[in-house]
């Protein structure tokens, strides 16, 4: 991250977990912490990766706020980033909180879904996002980003079979690409208001039609 430069790393003498990144570099520490209450969660238990040690900014230039905001009296640094520790203390990122979709109260991870969609044939990336939903809050809307040639098929039988049933897409939406940051991080809040936009344009075109 720009505020800590690295924090973790897979050991470079020992196991590389895929999907993990690691243990915590010599003189930073890594904690789990409750994302509304703020105390510390044991491991196997997802919450806000926290982050301390030399390594980490000051603050934000003339920004107060935001600094007292993410940064705690005592250092740590709250990243936004979702998480967990495994039993062997690897550290695995679910997500950014700003993109944890809530539906029905369940908390859902979009990476968890992106990764099963990811692994279809056909499939070159995608994108999991959250669109309102009057009943349950949140509803779960993929973005794929596919080859011609991508059975749409085998995407719900992909999420039907390796995810709990509220975790399903409710939507596909197939497009050229995603939309990216000078980063080259997914615009999920672009995403979600693009497919906002093209719900609202639907329902307005079905309102439009005459009665027959």
């Known amino acids: 991250m720009t505020e800590t430069n690295m924090n973790t790393s ?7 977990r895929a999907g993990t990144v690691g243990f915590p570099l010599p003189g930073t520490e890594v904690r789990i912490t409750c994302p509304s209450g703020g105390h510390a969660l044991d491991h196997g238990e997802t919450g806000m990766i926290e982050v301390r040690g ?32 495994d039993a062997e203390g690897y550290l695995q990122i679910s997500g950014r909180q700003k993109d944890l979709i809530i539906s029905g109260g369940y908390n859902i991870y979009p990476k968890e879904i992106e990764d ?12 999991v996002v959250g669109l309102p939903d009057p009943d349950f809050g949140e509803q779960v809307a993929a973005v ?8 749409m098929d085998l995407l719900r039988t992909a999420a039907s079979e390796q995810l ?10 197939l497009v050229e690409s995603l939309p990216r940051n000078t980063m080259g991080k997914v615009q999920k ?15 307005s075109r079905t309102k439009a039609l005459p009665e027959s």
């Open 189 to 203: 809040n672009r995403l979600r208001d693009q497919l906002a936009a093209r719900k609202e344009s639907a329902a």
């Open 10 to 16: 897979n050991p470079y003498n020992g196991e590389r």
């Open 116 to 127: 099963v969609l990811n692994s279809v044939p056909g499939v070159l990336e995608s994108a």
């Open 164 to 173: 709990a049933r509220f975790k399903h897409p409710r939507s596909y939406h």
């Open 54 to 85: 030399p390594n980490i900014f000051r603050g934000y230039w003339n920004m107060p706020e935001k600094t007292a905001e993410e940064l705690r009296p005592d250092g740590w640094f709250i990243t936004g980033d979702l998480g967990s520790f």
């Open 144 to 151: 794929v980003v596919a080859t011609d040639g991508v059975d």
